[in-house]
Nanobody, 118 residues
Framework: QIQLVESGGGLVQAGGSLRLSCAAS????????MGWYRQAPGKQRELVAR?????????ADSVKGRFTISRDNANAKNTVYLQMNSLKPEDTAVYYC??????????WGQGTQVTVSS
């Protein structure tokens, strides 16, 4: 089992920045990739960005050039970050941390609200 705990959401004005963090614990040695998804009201959950153990990343076209995903897995930490710059009102959503293990089981955090005011 893997537990994911997110932090860093909040309210920000358009053009501002936020940094989300997600700490993994439990059987986190089995994680093959971690990422961030988001779900806005009335919309489906969508991938924002993902990073593999090897450091390869991919992200949604809507956030390219504005959001950066990174990972710290040194010193027994297994934490993923999402740096969000130039935020827009359409970025408003609940952001979920996700992880997949070697058995292709997906784990989810509880979600953190990001609200961007215009």
């Amino acid at each position: 089992q893997i537990q994911l705990v997110e932090s860093g959401g909040g309210l920000v004005q358009a053009g501002g920045s936020l940094r989300l963090s997600c700490a993994a614990s439990g059987s986190d040695f089995s994680i093959v990739y971690m990422g961030w998804y988001r779900q806005a009201p009335g919309k489906q959950r969508e991938l924002v960005a993902r990073i593999t153990n090897g450091g390869s990343t991919n992200c949604a076209d809507s956030v390219k050039g504005r959001f950066t995903i990174s990972r710290d897995n040194a010193n027994a930490k297994n934490t993923v970050y999402l740096q969000m710059n130039s935020l827009k009102p359409e970025d408003t959503a609940v952001y979920y941390c996700a992880a997949r293990d070697t058995w292709r089981v997906d784990y989810w955090g509880q979600g953190t609200q990001v609200t961007v005011s215009s």
